[in-house]
């Protein structure tokens, strides 16, 4: 499946586009989406080290977003990309139609690939989750990559269950694994087909990630640290393997940052980018901004980088 996003031939983890940003939704003061503050994010992501870009997903407060909105965001990140870097579009849901119908619409928009969550809430099985993503890839013609993230949907996407998709439905190209699972990332790794490229979804594991295979990240400290980010792959890739541990330990305060504790992401790195002066705005309920204290700590983070 060849695309902006996937070479059709030489696909070596080298090959691959390395840093994909989740971006954020900039809102403006009444809560709806600011397009001068998303043609200004994308400008700000693109000059510091993103090579694409995932719109609506986690980062994006996807589950907020209408239908109509996430198709906007699509169409208007394409618009400000302008065929700089590929445009992924989350286009997952825990209903199957939904699910196609909204990945139907994004192609429409001129997305260049799809990120698709494994479905929320209701805990399908490994066989309700195979069928559930062969539906939707076969639904449409674009590149996808699903996505995998226990913590937030409840389900566990199993290495096997990857595989089998990998191998059946040739237009599901990679997987963004974000389980927290190293011998479930090596079991995708070294047993996937050739094509096939698996994503660090945890800015935290990204190094070691890459150590047995990996191609690449969906990241989130990539808004505030991007070329760091691309720095370390690009080390690490062309052998530099202490400069690359270098890189990694300098972004820590900042991917500590941007995953407190205290409030999920991307509370933090909102309130990391207004404090850089790239407006986003707050977040839409249930989602409440960053404290006082939460705040703190992503200012003295920025500091220990140099970038306030």
């Known amino acids: 499946m060849a695309s902006a996003l996937f070479p059709a031939d030489n696909r070596t983890a080298n090959a691959w586009p390395h840093v994909l940003t989740a971006m954020a939704t900039p809102f403006d003061s009444s ?8 043609s200004r994010l994308v400008e700000h992501l693109l000059a510091n080290g993103s090579d694409g870009l995932v719109v609506s997903g986690t980062t994006g407060e996807s589950p907020t977003l209408s239908h109509a909105e996430k198709v906007r965001m699509f169409g208007l990140v394409r618009e400000c990309v302008a065929g700089r870097g590929p445009v992924i579009a989350g286009s997952g849901d825990n209903e199957t139609a939904t699910s196609i119908e909204l990945s139907k619409d994004a192609q429409k928009a001129g997305v260049d690939a799809l990120l698709l969550v494994t479905p929320y809430y209701n805990r399908p099985s490994q066989e309700g989750l195979y069928r559930h993503f062969r539906a939707v890839a076969e639904a449409v013609s674009l590149p996808i990559m699903v996505y995998n993230v226990p913590p937030r949907t409840g389900v566990n996407l199993e290495a096997a269950t990857v595989l089998r998709l990998a191998r059946d439905v040739p237009n599901v190209v990679c997987v963004k694994e974000a389980s927290s699972n190293l011998l479930q990332a090596t ?42 980010m691309k720095a370390m792959h690009l080390a690490y890739f062309r052998g530099d393997h202490v400069e690359a541990a270098r890189l990694h330990n300098r972004m820590h305060p900042i991917v500590r940052a941007c995953f407190q504790p205290t409030t999920p992401s991307p509370a933090p790195v909102k309130a990391g980018l207004n404090l850089l002066g790239v407006n986003v705005g707050g977040l839409r309920l249930p989602l409440v901004e960053a404290t006082d204290t939460e705040r703190d700590v992503m200012r003295v983070a920025l500091h220990s980088v140099g970038l306030l």
Do not use: C, M, N
């Open 187 to 228: 079991d995708i790794i070294t047993s996937a087909p050739k094509g096939f490229a698996l994503y660090s979804g945890e800015d935290g594991l990204v190094l070691p990630l890459l150590s047995i295979g990996a191609a690449g990240v969906v990241s989130v400290s990539a808004h505030l640290v991007g070329r760091d």
């Open 31 to 38: 809560g709806a989406i600011y397009e001068e503050g998303v």
